[in-house]
């Protein structure tokens, strides 16, 4: 595709989150795109913080990656471990984390493997507020490994999953998360000043800028679920590297665009009805979103990457931005004819 084509069809894709700045259900952010050939277009609108000062959106502006951590740093590490014959993906947790319920050798927690918690194959619950048990992180960690957990009756999306990798990690490398390389342009924190502000927070009683956000990543002080700050710029990087095969093994690639589920891959959701990436994208697009209103998408078919990047939930989660249909609006002309 020409470079004005692309510049064309980003400038178009841009309208939706001009309005919904414009209309006032989103504060701020930054959209880019990049191709294969790495032709990149970005750019910023509205405020990185509001409440309780004022500060621009800038096309540099650091982000709370919130969920795009499981797909951006911890399934390539993961996937990598299981390349270099560190782990089987499909042996359980407990080959890496032999004190997963360790007082009850039946338990189910027990038999999870790598993969089902790459691909949310799991009968965790989808959400758990671990921050409320206590803020001492060896504490939690150890609470997370030895609770009966809630079994559900089919498999949801749970960030239990990716805590749980993020622990593996930890334990093969005999250091915290936040002890490791976050990646070439990424960071587990950053300069408030330089940073999209995220929500007033309640129990931590300050707006959050370049903190995670996240409460069970801020509890644990460093989790695989969440946690990574980037700007719009390191993220198409990272989308770049995986079009052109630089960024990442092709086995890795395969299998980060492999499906395990009608939704899933490994780490990633893969093109399906109803969902984030709009309903023109190809068979061969992977994408995830993050919670702070973060997202990323790419079609290998058309070779093309595109990330949208907002602050939606500064200065509260409680409201209606508008981003599942602000997302969608985007990809398809991201991806339409």
Not at 65 to 75: G, R
Not at 158 to 171: T, V
Not at 326 to 333: A, E, K, P, S
Request: aromatic letters at 8%.
């Amino acid at each position: 595709m020409a470079s004005h084509d692309i510049a064309q069809r980003f400038e178009r894709a841009f309208v939706p989150l001009e309005q919904a700045v414009a209309a006032g259900r989103i504060p701020g952010g930054v959209m880019g795109v990049v191709d294969k050939d790495g032709r990149r277009f970005s750019r910023a609108i509205g405020h990185a913080q509001r409440v309780a000062s004022e500060r621009p959106m800038q096309q540099e502006t650091w982000f709370d990656l919130a969920s795009l951590t499981k797909v951006i740093f911890t399934t390539p590490r993961i996937l990598a471990l299981a390349e270099a014959g560190s782990i089987d993906l499909d042996a359980p947790l407990t080959t890496v984390l032999p004190d997963l319920r360790q007082y009850d050798a039946d338990a189910w927690e027990r038999q999870v493997t790598f993969r089902q918690c790459l691909g949310h194959q799991t009968p965790f619950p989808a959400v758990e507020p671990i921050y409320t048990y206590g803020r001492d992180p060896d504490l939690l960690r150890t609470f997370i490994l030895q609770r009966q957990w809630r079994k559900l009756d089919a498999p949801v999306y749970s960030d239990i999953n990716f805590i749980l990798l993020g622990f593996a990690m930890e334990r093969l490398s005999g250091t915290w998360i936040r002890g490791m390389d976050a990646g070439k342009g990424f960071a587990f924190a950053t300069d408030p000043e330089q940073a999209a502000a995220t929500e007033d927070c309640t129990w931590r009683h300050r707006v959050l800028s370049g903190e995670v956000h996240d409460d069970n990543c801020a509890a644990l002080q460093g989790a695989g679920h969440a946690g990574l700050f980037g700007t719009a710029a390191s993220v198409l990087a990272f989308a770049h590297g995986l079009l052109d095969g630089s960024g990442a093994s092709a086995d890795t690639i395969a299998l980060m665009r492999t499906p395990l589920s009608d939704k899933r891959t490994h780490g990633w959701e893969h093109a399906h009805a109803g969902w984030s990436g709009g309903d023109r994208c190809s068979p061969a697009t992977i994408g995830h979103t993050g919670f702070t209103g973060t997202g990323l998408w790419i079609d290998f078919d058309a070779g093309r990457a595109w990330t949208l990047l907002t602050n939606r939930i500064h200065p509260t989660r409680h409201f209606d931005s508008g981003i599942s249909n602000l997302r969608r609006q985007v990809g398809d002309i991201m991806t339409g004819a």
